[in-house]
């Protein structure tokens, strides 16, 4: 059973900068997109980012693009996120996604993903 666990939210001020960490176990996600979506209370879940199985690929969401990087570690079964330049829309619950998007269209998908975390919520103030 792939259990999928993000950690690293927080409350912080608009501007800081914060880094999300999610760790996958129960199988290796070196074949596997890893992803980053958020949800906010009513509204719909929101692409943040993802990066392909070699990490050699990156996909941004329009509101986080030059402000946020993902990237890969641990053998590809960490997935990092690092945001920077934060402001108070980018507050949300922050959700860890693992999967294999069949198209590039799809890396943005929620239903291109197969393995989600809990999520973690930031919160940013102004």
């Known amino acids: 059973q792939v259990r999928m666990v993000e950690s690293g939210g927080g409350s912080v001020q608009a501007g800081d900068s914060v880094r999300l960490s999610c760790v996958a176990s129960g199988r290796t996600m070196s074949a596997y997109a890893l992803a980053w979506f958020r949800q906010s209370p009513g509204k719909e879940r929101e692409f943040v980012a993802a990066?392909?199985?070699?990490?050699?690929?990156?996909y941004y969401g329009d509101s986080v693009k030059g402000r946020f990087t993902i990237s890969r570690a641990d053998a590809r079964n960490t997935a990092l996120l690092q945001m920077n330049a934060l402001k108070p829309e980018d507050t949300a619950v922050y959700y860890c996604a693992g999967g294999r998007p069949w198209a590039e269209s799809d890396f943005g998908r929620a239903g291109g993903y197969d393995y989600w975390g809990q999520g973690t919520q930031v919160t940013v103030s102004s």
């Open positions: 990066v392909s199985w070699n990490g050699e690929h990156t």
